[in-house]
């Protein structure tokens, strides 16, 4: 890899996110929102943007999901191997409380198609000299307590901004605060500001700020108590107007938002959810996308080379998958279906059958995501898989580890795998980590997603399986609002619809769910295999040339990185 100090200062746009996936061994995420911003920087190194990031060491990881025969989650320690992490001399110093407490940084740097690095800095407080209670706090991701979490985010923040500095990244000019986690980057960078009045101040912050919320519930910001802040941080502004709410608390998103000049929620209905939640602030839309090559399997990635020479540094060029003969398409599926079932096959000795219509389900196993919809009427689903063309079905996920509710969804869907497995194959795979999320995106055939609306921002397991020709079928939230196009993409589950009554929600879904599964899918796959494998081709020249990060960071380039100030 080349020197990096060579290219020292011409970095201009900072990344700031509490997990950043950088790759599958590296464990420093625990879900979408970390895939996302490892996504993003892949995309940023492609198209030779002069952008960084920053986040945690995370070293002991989010956790390694080990499941016994009932459905019960057990948590173990998932350290990785840091041989791929430079550790750089670097330390700085931060305040906590009355405490110093030292960070350090250790740098990876991802290099895009061309020679084009972008680096990501690991901040570690584990560091001779620290107490114990801050030496950890760089291990676990999204670890217990709410002291925890709030003196992560001053390192993230505050150290993250020192270290850029020690760094001597002299010429950033914009500073992408990910999710409320990193907002108190914006605290340092206004603490920090050498102008002589608050409003000056404020104004120079918020023309180097960008914020980006993914969270369309309250329940899921960070709010804590004014006094608790003040305990660990002494300098926290709190005078400035409007930046403690009425009640003394304080929303981390809040932060975000009031110090950024450019906010955007993740996709369009987001948007308008984010819109209503802080009436106070303009809030962008740009859809998010994934990193193409990261998650096209080999055999997709083959005949794109052969058909699409380009797509690897012009996503965009996906469009043109109208060329790739549908009997091409249909084989490179059938390599990363076997690749799934063979996988299957090597952890649970069970063998799915390479010619049965397959589903895929794996996301975070939490209420609104709905993970046992399709279970909704366990009879009606048996009765379609008897008469109307043959079923089976793949799980995977993880529950966070207070969510008790979450994991015991997971053991629901054991105990429906083992009470009717006689009568239908369901598989749940344990460590839902980004090499299982790329074998069963691209290795099913269609990709359910039932989220309540309007819960999910955006999702994105679901514009990785479209860089593999799987149709994608889900409720109408997040980005499938935009993605889905009637007949040509997938399906969409329900109608665009709000209510109250949950029982009645989820019961109209589940009978939208089997009634596209019985008239529309199966009699698509089974009956008429030239308009299925047209429905893949669709699905990858409609939606993965356009979902995908090169298209987004262009927006965030286009409507904010790059727009001259005058
Ligand atoms: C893509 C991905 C996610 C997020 O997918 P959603 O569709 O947002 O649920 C979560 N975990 C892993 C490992 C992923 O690769």
Not at 18 to 42: C, H, P, S
Not at 311 to 333: D, E, V
Request: with cysteine; charged share 25%; proline share 4%.
């Amino acid at each position: 890899m080349k020197n990096l100090s060579s290219k020292k200062g011409k970095y201009k746009v900072a990344y700031f996110s509490m997990e950043i996936a950088l790759e599958n061994g590296i464990k420093t995420y625990a879900g979408g929102l970390g895939v996302l911003a490892g996504d993003t920087l892949r995309s940023a190194a492609d198209l030779g943007l002069p952008m960084l990031g920053v986040t945690l060491l995370n070293n002991l990881g989010y956790f390694k999901q080990k499941i016994n025969d009932k459905g019960d989650q057990e948590e173990l320690v998932s350290n990785y191997d840091f041989s791929k992490l430079k550790k750089l001399p670097n330390q700085v110093k931060v305040k906590i409380g009355r405490d110093d407490v030292s960070v350090g940084v250790w740098e990876y740097l991802i290099q895009g198609q061309g020679e084009y690095l972008v680096p990501v800095y690991l901040l570690d407080t584990n560091i001779l000299g620290n107490l114990p209670k801050y030496s950890s706090l760089t291990g676990q991701l999204y670890g217990p307590g709410k002291d925890y979490r709030l003196m992560q985010e001053i390192i993230l923040g505050r150290a993250g901004i020192k270290i850029l500095q020690s760094l001597k990244h002299r010429y950033i000019k914009k500073f992408h605060i990910n999710e409320g986690h990193g907002s108190l980057a914006a605290i340092e960078l206004f603490l920090n500001s050498k102008e002589k009045n608050t409003a000056d101040k404020l104004d120079e912050v918020r023309r180097k700020c960008v914020f980006t919320t993914h969270t369309p519930v309250f329940a899921g910001h960070d709010v804590f108590p004014l006094e608790f802040i003040l305990e660990y941080q002494k300098d926290f502004p709190y005078k400035l107007k409007s930046l403690v709410d009425k009640d003394k608390k304080v929303n981390m998103t809040k932060i975000g938002l009031y110090f950024s000049n450019f906010i955007n929620g993740v996709a369009l209905s987001h948007q308008k959810v984010s819109n209503k939640m802080f009436p106070n602030y303009p809030i962008h839309a740009i859809t998010n996308g994934v990193h193409s090559e990261t998650w096209t399997s080999p055999a997709f990635a083959k005949i794109y080379d052969k058909y699409i020479p380009n797509w690897r540094n012009s996503n965009l060029s996906l469009r043109n998958a109208f060329n790739i003969p549908l009997s091409t398409i249909w084989q490179a599926h059938q390599k990363s279906k076997k690749a799934l079932l063979d996988y299957i096959y090597k952890k649970q000795k069970v063998r799915l059958e390479q010619n049965v219509f397959t589903i895929g389900f794996a996301r975070r196993f939490t209420g609104y995501k709905r993970s046992n919809l399709l279970f909704q009427d366990i009879k009606k689903l048996l009765h379609i898989h008897k008469n109307v063309g043959e079923i089976q079905i793949i799980y995977a996920g993880k529950a966070h580890p207070n969510d008790d509710d979450g994991k015991n969804l997971i053991k629901e869907i054991f105990r429906i795998k083992d009470k009717y497995k006689s009568e239908i194959k369901i598989v749940f795979l344990e460590g839902y980590e980004m090499k299982l999320a790329k074998l069963m995106i691209s290795g099913v055939d269609v990709w359910l997603n039932t989220p309540l609306p309007p819960n999910e921002a955006s999702g994105t397991s679901g514009m990785k399986a479209a860089h593999n020709g799987v149709p994608h079928f889900s409720t109408l939230d997040g980005w499938w609002i935009e993605g889905y196009i009637k007949d040509k993409t997938g399906w969409a589950i329900g109608k665009k619809r709000n209510g109250t009554n949950l029982i009645e929600l989820n019961k109209k879904d589940a009978e939208s769910l089997y009634y596209n599964l019985e008239k529309n899918i199966l009699p698509r796959y089974y009956g008429n295999p030239r308009k299925w494998q047209e429905t893949m081709q669709h699905t990858i020249a409609i939606n993965a040339s356009f979902f995908n990060t090169e298209r987004m960071l262009q927006q965030y380039i286009q409507e904010n990185y790059f727009v001259s100030e005058t």
